[in-house]
Nanobody, 117 residues
Framework: QVQPVESGGGLVQPGGSLRLSCHASRMITSTFNSNAMAWYRQAPEKQREFVASITRSGTATYADSVKGRFTVTRDNANKKIYLQMNTLKPEDTAVYYC????????WGQGTQVIVPS
């Protein structure tokens, strides 16, 4: 499998910070480095939405809703991407997933982020 493993979620007060990790543990290095990786999130009873992506060379793209607050980074040697989330808001509450752009139907179990309102 190439299914990634997301971790690092939790309960954080508004204005707080959290760092999520995505480990492509079952993906070989050449595959991991062949394309961009991305973060998505899905709130209860809502559609999954794009959060951020990062190319194999490290160029990042962000959704307008998180721009200026979130930072995505990449560790190619360890086949990981991260999402540093600052100034968290209640609307950031969701299950966060990562995905390889060459495998659009392959998702991990996700990691839950809760920001109370």
């Amino acid at each position: 499998q190439v299914q990634p493993v997301e971790s690092g979620g939790g309960l954080v007060q508004p204005g707080g910070s959290l760092r999520l990790s995505c480990h492509a543990s079952r993906m070989i290095t050449s595959t991991f480095n062949s394309n961009a990786m991305a973060w998505y999130r899905q709130a209860p009873e809502k559609q999954r939405e794009f959060v951020a992506s990062i190319t194999r060379s490290g160029t990042a793209t962000y959704a307008d809703s998180v721009k200026g607050r979130f930072t995505v980074t990449r560790d190619n040697a360890n086949k990981k991407i991260y999402l540093q989330m600052n100034t968290l808001k209640p609307e950031d509450t969701a299950v966060y997933y990562c995905n390889h752009l060459s495998y659009p139907g392959i998702w991990g179990q996700g990691t839950q982020v809760i920001v109370p309102s």
